[in-house]
């Protein structure tokens, strides 16, 4: 891929911004997508979450979102100043919250796999939480303090993503890729069509998510992201400048993008269980989008073939991985090999 | 009113209706809508049940739902000929279904109340009720099977009205009224506002709703309406052909259409205790509507002064009585009076 000509094709968050940095890179770029912007990226949460989304067994990932997350101030600032509108960086950390016994055990799970990594995280008891975020309910009886985790409004980014890829350079043609010549597939949950090595590699994992609006006289947003286990249930909560979205449901049902009425039902349960000032607050959307699941979790950023360059496969960590995937596939582009870790390649029988 | 010029302010399914009859009557007809069939008559469930709607102390309203539920069957069929398109009417009867004990007593007192007015209902087990409906959950334990209580699509006739109006004549002005001149007040909640005479007569009640999708495996549609009360809290699933309509909140909050999360939250579960099936379906739309409430919840329709008619404040019942609302405006047109039961004037002081 030594031309000059690069199509992207997707126009989500890891489309957008490998698409801004190829231009700044000095790329003539084409962005196909036939609705920009309105995916999975924008139905995102947009947690900037590593520590509190580790999970044993998925160190790696750990290491590649705290690589992210280092990424995203600098990232928010330098999109800001491009984009002449904000990105939407919300730095005031995160809390954690348990519920039943069951969910306690976990977050001291959690807590004591984190200090293994050398990791310590601050363990509170509902008191405290609830003195770090007053409208945490009675049923919260502990969680963790995780200040360095932070979030973004998905969609300030996404916009401020859009205006600072233009003013690049970067050409949005409002269509499908037609399939032919060198591209950068970035099509998230329906990367695998585009290309016969990710068949079978990436696959759609639907999440529903509310939005909620605060209205006058209710009680007052919270100031962090708040994630929690009710009853084993994972449910989180980020706070907008005008609302909170909430979320956390997951299945594997294929290309359904229907929110289901039980699906809707756990998160308006949950999400009250832990801020019960939410019950007089609108519902404002409901939406479902379609994570693009790998294999490991891990995201598949790397070269198919001489012609055929991709980033996808992100899961539940497109936005917090964008500004990294946008510098590797720059790097892929000046000829730089991807990290094994993301490389498709990681997946090919013959190795 | 002699002239044979006349506006409706208001489109929604009173003011189309009465459009539609007072065209077909000779009269040249202008109707003012910024937003025509998008407001209350839109969002509502379209439930055509004086029966299981009766309440002590309605009893005027009952024998006025009853009239109006007579002409259903006629007005839909001819409504469905002059438009072109089906008016939607759904005549499969209702259920009534109770959980716990205290609204098992409530549904005694109803039919009780019913049997006194000479309108006996029957009662059936919970068991006899899962004959009928076999999507009826193991927490029903018994109710009444109204079969004269029907409902209609209300998005299928509002679409109706619009094109027999239309076709009778009658031209729909994308604007609202503009204060001027002879005109029909239909406007819902918004009436009060558009006379002295309707000030502190009608008030927005709101109302939360549901629309619900039948999706592929999961139980199938009731195919009855089904209404129910849960811990005293009354909740209604109407059949349509692809889902189900899910409503009962009532708020008096002014003029706020927010729907709020404790109220989708209620609706979500009582719907579940009724119906288990729904968690399967999609959640399609929620919305909030504000029914046009009057003191005495019977609609005013009457002569406000020589230049002004009403037909508002139709509470819970506005497509129900849809149809008889726009046959004693054509009689207000011919120079009929009003019945008193109706009429505005049974509200002035100086009576």
């Known amino acids: ?25 000095g790329w003539h770029v084409t962005l196909c997508d036939p609705a920009p912007a309105s995916g999975s990226s924008w139905v995102a949460g947009g947690m900037l979450a590593p520590v509190t989304e580790a999970w044993p067994g998925e160190e790696a990932l750990l290491d590649l979102g705290l690589e992210a997350l280092a990424l995203w101030p600098g990232f928010a600032e330098e999109l800001s ?7 939407g960086l919300h730095a005031k950390g995160t809390v954690v919250a348990a519920t039943g016994s069951g969910d306690r055990a976990e977050l001291d799970a959690l807590a004591a796999h984190l200090a293994t990594l050398g990791r310590p995280v601050e363990r509170l008891t509902g008191r405290e939480l609830r003195r770090l975020e007053p409208g945490l309910g009675p049923d919260v009886r502990g969680g963790l303090s995780v200040p360095g985790d932070l979030s973004v409004d998905n969609r300030a980014l996404l916009a401020a993503l859009r205006a600072a890829a233009e003013k690049a350079g970067v050409v949005i043609e409002e269509r499908a890729w ?24 990436v696959r759609p994992v639907k999440g529903e998510i509310l939005r909620l609006g605060h209205r006058r006289g209710a009680f007052p947003l919270p100031t962090r992201t708040i994630r929690a286990l009710v009853d084993g249930r994972p449910v989180y909560l980020v706070p907008r400048p005008d609302g909170l979205v909430v979320g956390a449901t997951q299945y594997e049902q294929g290309f359904d993008t229907d929110p289901s009425v039980g699906g809707v039902r756990d998160l308006l349960r949950d999400a009250e269980r832990i801020l019960p000032g939410v019950a007089e607050y609108a519902l404002v959307e409901v939406a479902a989008g379609l994570r693009p699941g790998s294999p490991d979790n891990m995201p598949l950023i790397g070269r198919l073939d001489e012609r055929t360059l991709v980033a996808t496969g992100h899961s539940r960590n497109g936005i917090l991985l964008a500004p990294l995937t946008a510098q590797l596939v720059t790097g892929l582009l000046a000829g730089e090999p991807a990290p094994a870790a993301v490389d498709p390649a990681r997946f090919r029988e013959d190795r």
Not at 2 to 25: F, N, T
Request: charge should be negative.
């Open 1 to 25: 891929m030594q031309v000059e000509e690069l199509v992207v094709a997707g126009g989500g968050v890891i489309g957008l911004s490998c698409a801004w940095r190829a231009a700044q890179a």
């Open 81 to 87: 100043a491009a984009a002449g509108q904000a990105a």
């Open 178 to 201: 037609a399939g032919e010549g060198p591209v950068l597939i970035c099509a998230g949950a329906h990367s695998a069509a585009l290309h016969p090595a990710l068949s079978g590699l």
